[in-house]
């Protein structure tokens, strides 16, 4: 073992390597959102874990960036990537200390990964014009999936107002209202441009 891993890293580390741990599907905000996407640029998958994400848009045919705290998450993807014959930067990266540089993308994905600190280098990083993908899960929920400390759930509306500045393209967020056996469920999701 890297005695210098962190305790998230490790954590994931352990999960990632799990071999019924699969890549699984891309988010769904990416995927009824892909007429959105510009037809060139560059790319983020931002805690991508397996990079399914990261996958969709690089087959997209964006030159595409793939960062994880998981060493073993990311050499997954690289292997997926080769298989598929796609290319994509990958790195092993902890976001908090290192974030993205300011106005350095066109595309920012973020799927499941709620760190509030690290928004202001979100937003930043995106280059006028550019494209954010936000998904996570929320407090109000008919499923037990996702994290179970609260902390790490939205808020009624939260993703709403969590990008001040940003045009809204696409916003969905059913919370509990109606038949709660249809429709997008335990979940917010967001698409808006830096302007
Ligand atoms: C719930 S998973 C989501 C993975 C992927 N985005 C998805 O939707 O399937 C959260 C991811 O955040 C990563 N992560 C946690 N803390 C991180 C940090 N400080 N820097 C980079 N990645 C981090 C984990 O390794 C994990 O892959």
């Known amino acids: 073992m890297n005695e210098n891993k962190s305790a998230t890293q490790n954590k994931w580390d352990n999960i990632y ?3 019924d741990k699969q890549i699984g599907a891309a988010a ?5 959102n892909l007429h959105l996407l510009p037809a060139s640029g560059k790319a983020l998958d931002f805690a991508c874990g397996l990079g399914a994400n990261a996958l969709l848009l690089a087959a997209q045919g964006l030159e595409t960036h793939a960062w994880d705290i998981s060493e073993v998450a990311v050499t997954r ?3 997926e990537t080769r298989a598929r014959g796609l290319v994509i930067h990958g790195e092993a990266r902890d ?13 920012i994905v973020s799927a499941h990964f709620l760190e509030r600190p690290l928004n202001p280098y979100l937003l930043a990083a995106l280059r006028p014009g550019g494209l954010l993908f936000y998904q996570t899960f929320t407090l109000e929920k008919v499923e037990d999936e996702g994290p179970q400390n609260p902390e790490f759930r939205l ?3 939260e993703l709403l107002s969590m990008f001040p500045g940003l045009r809204v393209l696409v916003y969905r967020e059913e919370g509990l209202v109606g038949d709660t056996t249809r429709g997008y ?11």
């Open 77 to 79: 993807l690289m292997e």
């Open 95 to 107: 976001l908090a200390a290192r974030p993205p540089a300011p106005e350095s993308f066109d595309v």
């Open 185 to 195: 469920r335990n979940k917010a999701m967001l698409v808006a441009q830096k302007m």
């Open 155 to 157: 808020g009624v509306n």
């Open 28 to 32: 769904q905000v990416l995927r009824e």
């Open 17 to 19: 390597s799990a071999a």
